[in-house]
């Protein structure tokens, strides 16, 4: 009979501590609540084509930077270098558009 | 909707197979605790305790469909867990042996013990001599606390399993370790 109240004593002395909550967590973010495979692939997928888009338009943007050519500015810029041989250029232009356009 | 807690754990291990993930959740949470302090008194150290509480449910996550329904599902967690941690003390080359046979070989304890043992044992249902009775626990060879705390958690039938001894080894040892409690406990040095 003693042997069975020691036996009783010691179930009592060695009551299960509560398995810390974050353990149990991790357990299941790894397990039952890790997102499918589909999912994290699609959203790397989704990640990828974003990129790219992000990437096309931007080359797209700084490709259309150039501007038409304004004679005007193109007159004044050469005019102010004071070099004889641009000084009439502007009648020069005109000439070549008359011939031309 | 089925009532999980009532199943069976072979009925649990079915229905996580069949494609129920609260099935093998609801099994994590029926021994989380007692795995847990199995796992502790091994390898005392939180952090290791938690990563091979981790890798015995894993494993059990990824080979419950070849698990096959015998009633021996606690067997097989406790048997998994042992396993995962011999693993670990060989992979830290810690020489906590789990088979030794403790100092005093295959003697049983006759001894007459002291008068007033009834009295010990009032002292000893106290809080403060739980605590102390624990504290004695943790001096004892390692195989020994092993089975004290297998005790808590699984039959004699299934520690057989765990451990692979025969039943009857099993049925000694077990004998032979709560009498030991029994002595030091009662000696007037522990009181």
Redesign the interface.
Known sequence: M??E???S??????Q?????AQ??E???A???RRPSWWVRYKMALVGCVTAVVVAVCVGVGMGSRSVPLDNGKLVVYMSQTQQDEYATFSSDLDLFEQEWF | MTNLSALSDDELIGQFASGTAQAFEELVLRYKNSLYQYLMSLVRDEGAAGDLFQDVFLALYTHAADFKAQGKFKSWLFLTARNKTLNYFRDHKQTVSLDEPDEEGNEFWHDVLPDGEVGHLEQLQSREGLERLKALIDTLPPHQQEMLYLRQYLSFAEIAEVLHKPLGTVLADCHRAVQKVRKLASSEEFL
């Open positions: 003693n042997n109240k020691w036996e004593l010691i179930s009592q002395a060695l299960a501590p509560a398995a810390p353990l149990v991790k357990v299941f790894k397990t039952t």
